[in-house]
């Protein structure tokens, strides 16, 4: 192939993958509906909280969130924790990952967690498992 058939071919690979992306995106906000609004509201609906389809596995529900600390408001953040026994958090800086396990905690024990300082939004979404 000469460079400027391999420079075409490129482009044209490239292309593909801007479509897959765009692709991938809308499929990723229909699976997102589906799993976090559609089907949570049928069951609610439906007052199920597990259900086991034929071909598809059992579908349950799950609660999890976004969560982290509002930006600017990392000292305030850390000071909270420190002051509601919680310090064991704090490092140089609190792990995402971490921030978030706690902040679920939080909420599914019905603590506070101070909305000035943290983002927090949980949401219920469906899972499928496969027999």
């Known amino acids: ?40 509201d049928a069951m609610e609906s439906a007052e199920l909280s597990k259900v086991t389809v034929v071909g598809v596995g059992t579908i349950s529900m799950r609660t999890d969130a976004y969560a982290s600390i509002k930006s600017g408001m990392n000292a305030e953040a850390y000071q909270w924790l420190e002051e509601n026994g919680h310090a064991d958090l704090v490092k140089s ?19 506070p967690v101070p909305d000035g300082i943290f983002n927090f939004n949980p949401y219920t979404y469906a899972t499928i498992t496969k027999r």
């Open 1 to 40: 192939m000469s460079i400027t058939d391999i420079a075409k071919r490129m482009t044209a690979v490239k292309a593909k993958l801007d479509e897959c992306k765009r692709a991938t995106a809308e499929m990723q906000k229909e699976f997102d509906e589906l799993r976090k609004v559609t089907l949570p």
């Open 93 to 111: 800086y609190v792990q995402p990952s971490t921030m978030k396990a706690f902040l679920k905690e939080q909420f599914t024990n019905g603590e």
